[in-house]
């Protein structure tokens, strides 16, 4: 069982910054895949981007590639989403999930545990 808690949401202005947290509970943190999602209010959730189990490889949604990096601290149990140049588009509930499969994914289907999430709101 993997508990994941989200952090570093907030109220910011667009095309500033902001970094979220996620912090695992698990003993064996590098064995998972890491996955940022978001859902905005009144639609789906959907995938922000995944990094892999030693952060050698990530992938992004065309959304956010380029303006969002995902790392990970495995000594810390922690991966992390660094968002810049915000837009109030990127408003959404952000979420963290851990997948025991190997690379990187998009599916939510992949993904085994999941935060509760945190809220980002972007004002323009």
């Known amino acids: 069982q993997v508990q994941l808690v989200e952090s570093g949401g907030g109220m910011v202005q667009a095309g500033n910054s902001l970094r979220l947290s996620c912090a695992a509970s698990?003993?064996?943190?590098?064995?998972?895949?890491m996955g940022w999602f978001r859902q905005a209010p009144g639609k789906g959730r959907e995938f922000v981007g995944s990094i892999s189990q030693s952060g050698g490889n990530s992938y992004y949604s065309d959304s956010v590639k380029g303006r969002f990096t995902i790392s990970r601290v495995n000594a810390k149990n922690t991966v992390y989403l660094q968002m810049n140049s915000l837009k109030p588009e990127d408003t959404a509930v952000y979420y963290c999930a851990a997948s025991g499969g190997l690379g990187v994914g998009v599916s939510q289907a992949w993904y085994d545990y999941w935060g509760q999430g945190t809220q980002v709101t972007v004002s323009s």
């Open positions: 698990a003993r064996t943190f590098s064995n998972y895949a």
